[in-house]
């Protein structure tokens, strides 16, 4: 088994919203108890619905937020507490690829300059190479060094996104979180970019952090999924189990709501998801997902599922046998 770079163990991130006029402050429980650990050369997908805490897990785990509880580790060691120059001593080994590929970038910016911020900042590498590594990224993603005097919005999206990936190269970290890479890039352009990260985990053994609402995507880039509901995780399984046979009823209502390609295939026969996510402000008692599930039963109500292990390497938060 490969070695374990990025993990979070009972992580947990509370919000405060509010004020004393309008009824005082109101904790939000964006994630709760979210166990994540992701291996060297694997590329793990966190999916769920909108607000669920996908994209917060991510920057717990870079530590572009601090836990309200749970502990983070690198590379076997505890980063948790980890802050000013030792904490900018981290960020070379892990990254982030943000969904926005325009507003990640700094349009008042040449690329070559944005490219090259990454070695100024941390110095790994003398003045005059600087120049050959930008050239070197460039091609890394299929872009043409010659461009490396543009600005940003002289890019396509596509392309700019390619840049962003570039810049996460940059210090040649352990792991890179990806988050919704490709919500805003047309189809086509899509198709590039999760080739793009397959290829440079293949060739780099980079860890990587799929973050996204798009299952299609995930169980074309990912090894394993996770995924969540309401800042819990409720399925985590190698890919190939989860998409032939979820366990979770949630997990089996997101892979209904995937459209078939194939206009003589019929969709999964899965239960139909309905009704609103409950508040994570006032979150259900029992199991988060009672209040939607079609097969929930009183204990449902009462009681929280653990994540635990069905075997085959899938955890399920269910009280389904």
Do not use: W
């Amino acid at each position: 088994m490969s070695e374990t770079v990025l993990e979070g163990i009972g992580l947990s991130k509370h919000f405060f919203v509010g004020s004393p006029f309008s009824g005082g402050k109101r904790r939000v429980r964006a994630v709760e108890s979210v166990d994540i650990a992701i291996r060297r050369g694997e590329t793990v997908g966190l999916v769920g619905e909108s607000g669920c805490g996908k994209s917060t897990i991510g920057r717990l785990l870079l530590r572009l937020l601090d836990p309200t509880e749970g502990r983070i580790r690198l590379l076997n060691e505890d980063v948790t507490g980890v802050s000013g120059a030792a904490l900018r001593q981290l960020r070379q080994h892990m990254q982030i690829v943000f969904q926005d590929p325009f507003a990640s970038l700094n349009p008042r910016h040449r690329v070559g300059d944005i490219l090259s911020a990454p070695f100024r900042i941390h110095g790994t590498a003398p003045p005059s190479e600087i120049s050959f590594r930008v050239a070197d990224l460039m091609g890394r993603v299929g872009l043409d060094p010659a461009a490396r005097h543009k600005f940003p919005h002289e890019f396509s999206g596509g392309q700019r996104q390619r840049i962003g990936i570039a810049r996460a190269l940059a210090l040649e970290p352990d792991v890179i979180v990806c988050d919704e890479p490709v919500s805003a890039l047309d189809v086509s352009v899509q198709a590039q970019i999760v080739n793009l990260l397959r290829d440079l985990t293949e060739q780099t053994g980079i860890a990587l952090l799929f973050i996204s609402h798009d299952l299609a995507v995930v169980e074309n880039i990912c090894d394993r999924v996770a995924v969540m509901y309401l800042g819990r995780i409720v399925e985590f399984a190698d890919r190939d189990q989860l998409f032939d046979a979820p366990y979770h009823p949630y997990t089996k209502a997101l892979l209904q709501a995937v459209p078939r390609p194939d206009p003589n295939q019929r969709n999964r026969d899965y239960s139909r998801l309905e009704g609103e996510v409950p508040s994570p402000i006032n979150p259900p008692a029992g199991c988060a997902f009672h209040t939607r599930c079609p097969v929930a039963m009183g204990r449902c109500k009462a009681e929280r599922p653990l994540l635990s292990d069905r075997g085959e390497s899938r955890m399920v938060a269910c009280h389904l046998n």
